[in-house]
């Protein structure tokens, strides 16, 4: 099986801060990494899919990177509805989910 | 618009049983893999099941197999979840999403607003 370890597991910003939250897969997964926003009571919602590419109607603030096991997602500007956790999630093989981080008001 | 509806979630003793379903709308429902994902209270997301769009082929995670099965009616434009002899461990909202893209098991580019499961002692 697949391990996904993000970090950090919580980040204290501010608005306008820009923000990087990175994801180590266990294995090699190409460029096979979604990432997600959820915010409490909500479903989860994509963001970013094969590492980079930016889901319809979603911010440009948002961006990822990272290939084979290394990964990030960069808020640029953080912006007050933003405050929400996310995770990352590979579909390689089946699919895993890292722990969360949650980015909370400074 | 995609739409998925969970439904079927409540309240059961551990080592009973409970059936969830998804109702989808506004896609072509059988030419769809689905999968189920579950979140514990304060826990993180966790990959519960899959099935094909046939129905032909499930797969499971460790933490279920052999207690969960999958099904879905095509006729009907739903996938379930039958749970039998739950554990308290399976308390989470569980949540119907689906699969999209090539090359790959796919991402969830669409979910339910999640069903509540709560498994008492």
């Known amino acids: 099986d697949i391990q996904m370890t993000q970090s950090p597991s919580t980040l204290s910003a501010s608005v306008g801060d820009r923000v990087t939250i990175t994801c180590r897969a266990s294995?090699?997964?190409?460029?096979?990494l979604a990432w997600y926003q959820q915010k409490p009571g909500k479903a989860p919602q994509l963001l970013i899919y094969?590492?980079?590419s930016l889901q319809s109607g979603v911010p440009s603030r948002f961006s990822g990177g990272g290939s084979g096991t290394e990964f990030s997602l960069t808020v640029s500007s953080l912006q007050p509805e933003d405050f929400a956790t996310y995770y990352c999630?590979?579909?390689?093989?089946?699919?895993?989910f890292g722990q969360g981080t949650k980015v909370e008001i400074k | 618009e995609v739409q998925l509806v969970e439904s079927g979630g409540g309240w059961v003793q551990a080592g009973g049983s409970l059936r969830v379903s998804c109702a989808a709308s506004?896609?072509?429902?059988?030419?769809?893999?689905m999968n189920w994902v579950r979140q514990a209270p304060g826990k993180g997301l966790e990959w519960v099941s899959y099935?094909?769009?046939?129905?032909?082929?499930?797969y499971y995670a460790d933490s279920v197999k052999g207690r969960f099965t999958i099904s879905r009616d095509n006729a009907k434009n739903s996938v379930f979840l039958q749970m039998n002899s739950l554990r308290v461990e399976d308390t989470a909202v569980y949540y119907c999403?689906?699969?999209?893209?090539?090359?790959?098991?796919?991402?969830?580019?669409?979910w339910g607003p999640g069903t509540e499961v709560t498994v008492s002692s």
């Open positions: 294995q090699s997964i190409s460029s096979w």
């Open positions: 094969k590492a980079s």
């Open positions: 099935i094909d769009g046939s129905g032909s082929t499930m």
């Open positions: 999403a689906r699969p999209r893209g090539t090359g790959s098991s796919g991402f969830f580019d669409s």
């Open positions: 506004g896609f072509t429902f059988s030419s769809y893999e």
């Open positions: 999630q590979q579909y390689s093989s089946l699919w895993t």
